[in-house]
Nanobody, 121 residues
Framework: QVQLQESGPGLVKPSQTLSLSCIVSGGSITTTYYAWSWIRQSPGKGLEWMGVITYDGSAYYSPSLKSRISISRDTSKNQFSLQLSSVTPEDTAVYYC?????????????WGQGTQVTVSS
């Protein structure tokens, strides 16, 4: 069974860069037709898809975040990471790393427990 665990600072100052990592166990991030997403949920709002990195290392981002977001991976550590620059209090959210799999279409099948990130001075 695949497990995902987010890690990173819980408090980030405005204008700084938010950096989170997701360590994956029970499966390889390079397995064909797997993809690895970041999703967040702000207080009182629904889930927001931020971006994804696929099994071959291709990354795709939400248009609303494209100028500030970067998703990368370290295959030697079997982990992938999120960087979000120039954060504001509106970036305060619970951040989830998520595994997607292609079974016909793409679907999310495993989630990390989520990590709270607060943007505040």
């Amino acid at each position: 069974q695949v497990q995902l665990q987010e890690s990173g600072p819980g408090l980030v100052k405005p204008s700084q860069t938010l950096s989170l990592s997701c360590i994956v166990s029970g499966g390889s991030i390079t397995t064909t037709y797997y993809a690895w997403s970041w999703i967040r949920q702000s207080p009182g709002k629904g889930l927001e898809w931020m971006g994804v990195i696929t099994y071959d290392g291709s990354a795709y981002y939400s248009p609303s975040l494209k100028s500030r977001i970067s998703i990368s991976r370290d295959t030697s550590k079997n982990q992938f990471s999120l960087q979000l620059s120039s954060v504001t209090p509106e970036d305060t959210a619970v951040y989830y790393c998520v595994k997607d799999a292609k079974k016909g279409g793409w679907a999310s099948d495993y989630w990390g427990q989520g990590t709270q990130v607060t943007v505040s001075s």
